[in-house]
């Protein structure tokens, strides 16, 4: 391109920039900005949309009596599924005549499968081991669970845990 080619683009750029920014400054500015609304929700369109939708309303306290209801049901099923499933108990027996005295305790192991199914929170996994002797606390093991971010790695499937494991080990087992 010659130097006239490059005079005659730089001066059609300036015309339309020209142009253009007349036209912004004298146009009128209403026309520009979109008219916003502002219309209040009423209660009877609430009602009329849950309904077109099949949904409904819950007040605070029949949703919290309900979380309460929901809780105790999946700690039964915790309880009744912990009486299903079989404790494995051994105690470990000493192999000599020294090993037997009186003031020496008997150490008990006690193994539990846990069975994590699809939908369980990490509470309720933490309340069948709490239920089954294999931890203390399970708010104490679910907050473990959260706070090292192995809430997000708990996997499906049974997992054979024993009392006396640390809590980095049952994290271990139930994330694989």
Excluded at 64 to 91: G, R, S, Y
Excluded at 150 to 160: D, I, S
């Amino acid at each position: 391109m010659s130097k006239t080619g490059f005079r005659t683009f730089a001066a059609g750029m300036i015309f339309s920039t020209s142009v253009l920014g007349g036209t912004y400054l004298l146009s009128d500015q209403e026309q520009v900005t979109a008219k916003v609304e502002k219309k209040e929700v009423t209660k009877a369109d609430i009602e009329a949309y849950l309904t077109n939708n099949n949904q409904m309303t819950v007040d605070t306290d029949e949703y919290e009596q309900f979380l309460a209801a929901k809780n105790a049901a999946n700690q039964e099923e915790a309880k009744a599924k912990a009486e299903e499933q079989p404790k494995e108990e051994t105690v470990e027996k000493p192999k000599t005549e020294e090993a037997k005295k009186p003031e020496e305790k008997k150490e008990e192991v006690i193994s539990y499968k846990v069975t994590i199914k699809d939908g369980m929170t990490t509470s309720e996994v933490s309340d069948a081991l709490e239920l089954n002797g294999i931890i203390e606390s399970s708010m104490e093991f679910d907050q473990f669970l959260i706070k090292n971010e192995y809430h997000t790695k708990v996997q499906l499937g049974t997992f054979e845990v024993k009392k006396g494991m640390t809590f980095d080990q049952l994290a271990d087992a139930i994330t694989r």
